[in-house]
């Protein structure tokens, strides 16, 4: 089973902030917290990952809160384009051991509307 | 381009027959790894290599096979005995069984 939970659904202005919350309360001090998004009929798209400290990249930003029992993905500014499912993923990356596969739960689906 | 490239885009399988699934990467990655998604669904894990020549069962392996004879390429077969074939299908990459995992575009199987 998925070790996260996210709202089934959020809607968001074009243009504004997009806030994606993700719950992973059970989460080990080796795991990290991976987010990805899949717009319709397309394989998924790898967005941003984090362990403890926050992170930013061209696409996103990642918040995760100091006890690091939850987590924040930011889109600065949704465009129409954003409109996917976005997935919240916890797993551990040491090198050796982890047979590495994702496990995907239901995700979030983002509809941003103009 | 380095990229995953999933063939065929769509395909149909009659009753009781095997189809192959391709998957080729060009990104000099070496874990693959199939998926599947049911409709409304995550994904799940099919089968998964760290290696060539070395591959392990994921959560639902029944009804499928795999192959692993060159770093490029890790074809997918939905075997007769897999009742439900009918999913989208996802193959990914990574440059370790550690790294981040990126996707092709995904063959959609449907039964005649």
């Known amino acids: 089973d998925a070790k996260t939970t996210q709202p089934p659904s959020m809607d968001c202005a074009e243009g504004r902030a997009a806030n994606l919350p993700c719950n992973h309360s059970t989460i080990s001090g080796n795991e990290y917290v991976y987010w990805y998004r899949q717009i319709h009929s397309q394989g998924p798209q790898y967005i941003i990952h984090?362990?403890?400290n926050n992170e930013t990249n061209e696409m996103a930003s990642l918040i995760i809160t100091e006890d690091r029992k939850s987590s924040t993905l930011i889109l600065p500014h949704a465009t129409l384009r954003d409109t996917a499912v976005y997935y919240c993923?916890?797993?551990?990356?040491?090198?050796?051991?982890?047979?590495?596969?994702?496990?995907f739960g239901k995700g979030t689906k983002l509809s941003v509307k103009p | 381009d380095g990229g995953i490239t999933q063939s065929p885009k769509y395909l149909f399988r009659k009753e009781g027959q095997n189809v192959t699934l391709s998957c080729e990467q060009n990104?000099?990655?070496?874990?693959m790894y199939w998926y599947r998604q049911d409709p409304g669904q995550g994904l799940r894990l099919i089968y998964y290599s760290q290696i060539v020549n070395d591959f392990q069962k994921g959560d639902i392996a029944e009804g499928y096979s795999v192959s692993r004879e060159k770093k490029e390429s890790f074809p997918l077969t939905v075997t007769s005995a897999q009742k439900n074939p009918t999913a989208f299908y996802l193959c990914a990459s990574s440059t370790t069984p550690q790294g981040i995992q990126y996707f092709g575009a995904g063959t959609r199987l449907s039964v005649l």
């Open positions: 993923i916890v797993r551990v990356a040491p090198y050796g051991g982890s047979q590495g596969n994702l496990i």
């Open positions: 984090g362990l403890k």
């Open positions: 990104l000099n990655h070496d874990a």
